[in-house]
């Protein structure tokens, strides 16, 4: 039993899958690489991510 021929049809969706394919994997490694920088530049802080509440907020205030 023999296989059939490949279709040209095929032949380039995988051609533009691949395409895509590289396209979204060179972006994460964008992605990666610019998050790395600003992580490891000097300047770099963290946001405050603690959260007021509003009764203390008001004691401030007074």
Not at 5 to 24: I, P, Q
Not at 40 to 62: A, H, L, M, V
Request: glycine residues 8%; positive net charge.
């Amino acid at each position: 039993m023999a296989l059939r021929k490949e279709h040209d049809l095929h032949k380039r969706r995988f051609g533009r899958n691949l395409g895509v394919g590289l396209l979204l994997g060179s972006f994460v490694v964008l992605v990666l690489a610019l998050t790395m920088v600003k992580v490891t530049s000097n300047g770099f802080q963290f946001p405050n991510t603690q959260s007021s509440t509003p009764s203390s907020t008001q004691s401030d205030q007074n």
